[in-house]
Every structure is written in C-alpha cells, then in structure tokens.
C-alpha cells in the first residue's frame, strides 16, 4: 500500500522560506510523478506544480513560478517543496499527492500545515 | 487555465436521499474529470475517475457521468459517513484545476 508521509506543522515569519518533505513507501517511488497541493483555510484546492522523481525535471504552475521549488530525492525516496518569500496569504495545508497518470491524484499525504505570522 | 464551476456550493441532505453535484468546466475536457471527497482535518479522496470510472474500494452508490464541460456525481442513497466536501478535478491540460467544492450537510 502506498503511503506518503509529510513532514510536520511549520511556523515561519513573513519574507522567510519554508521546506515540506513527503516520503513515499510502498510503490515505486520514481516512476509516478508527485505534485503539491494548497488549501488555505476554509478554501479549495490548488495545484502548485509536481515533478517525476525518474527524470528530475519539475513543473510548475504559473502562478508559482519562481517561488516554488520542487525537488526529489531518489535515494530516501522523499520529495520537497520550498517556498519562497512567503505572506500571510500562503497560510495553508499543503499536500503532497501522487498522480498515477494523467494528473489523477490517486494518494495524498496527511498535509502540513504551515502558518504565516509575525 | 481551465476554469472548473460546480454547483450548488453546499446542500442539506437526508441520509438515504439522492444527492446530485454538477461541475462545469470552461472550455471542453472530454472525459478527464475526477471527483475527490474530503472529510475536515483530512487529506482529499479520489472516488471516482475519467468520469465515470469508479476508484477501487469506492462504494457503489457513487456514480459519475458526462462528458465535454459538463459532469454530474451522484449519490444514490446518502450514508452517515458521505457528509463532507466534495470536489471536481480537471485533468485534460496542465495545471490540473479544481472547482471551489460543494459541501453536503446533515438536513
């Protein structure tokens, strides 16, 4: 059974970076691309970007684009997402899920929550 | 981007009642539509796939359908455990979108 577990509840002051892991077990991690997800509170859901652990080569959406960074970790089998220059407007949960195919996200972690605050 | 509308953006129900969720997508996407389901405090769940492709452990009484902009989940008879908030996902063009949510609530 695949499972992606994230790394814990972050704290981080506005202008500042944050760093959240998801490590995979149970399937075979470098084949199956895996994205980032945010939900700020009360909110729906939005695509950050993913990235394919094989090829190492990120994707990223517009609107996050060169204040995110996704990463992979092919040895520990752990995928990161940074991000940069953070508001109070990145509240969120973020989630890492994994996508089987065609942008179907198939497994989720349990998200991190990363709070924005001075 | 796609951009993904559902409707309504919450309803109150009875358990054992037929509940309908519509999701309308802004510019065609054939069948690439997934629908998740998120309880509070948790992750999102994939229910259902391509559609109409029910996702494997899914009870059966989720159904989806349509095809091109506009999709339907549906739920046959409402069980306790399915109030919660369900989504709409495109997957035919990058960035994947999802609609805003309709919650389904205890009349």
């Known amino acids: 059974q695949v499972q992606l577990v994230q790394s814990g509840a972050e704290v981080k002051k506005p202008g500042s970076s944050v760093k959240v892991s998801c490590k995979a077990s149970?399937?075979?991690?470098?084949?199956?691309?895996l994205s980032w997800v945010r939900q700020a509170p009360g909110q729906g859901l939005e695509w950050m970007g993913g990235i394919i652990p094989i090829f190492n080569v990120p994707s990223y959406a517009q609107k996050f684009q060169g204040r995110v960074t996704i990463t992979a970790d092919k040895v520990t089998s752990t995928v990161y997402m940074e991000l940069s220059s953070l508001t109070s407007e990145d509240t969120a949960v973020f989630y890492c899920a994994r996508d089987r195919g065609g942008s179907t996200f198939d497994y989720w972690g349990q998200g991190t929550l990363v709070t924005v605050s001075s | 981007d796609i951009q993904m509308t559902q409707s309504p953006s919450s309803l109150s129900a009875s358990v054992g009642d037929r509940v309908t969720i519509s999701c309308r997508a802004s510019?065609?996407?054939?069948?690439?539509l997934n629908w998740y389901q998120q309880k509070p405090g948790k992750a999102p769940k994939l229910l259902m796939y391509?559609?109409?492709s029910l996702q494997s452990g899914v009870p059966s009484r989720f159904s989806g359908s349509g095809s091109g902009t506009d999709f339907t989940l549906t739920i046959s008879s409402l069980q306790p455990e399915d109030f919660a908030t369900y989504y709409c996902q495109q997957s035919h063009s990058t960035p994947p979108t999802f609609g805003g949510g309709t919650t389904v609530e205890i009349k």
């Open positions: 149970g399937g075979t991690f470098s084949s199956h691309s």
């Open positions: 391509a559609a109409s």
């Open positions: 510019q065609t996407i054939r069948n690439y």
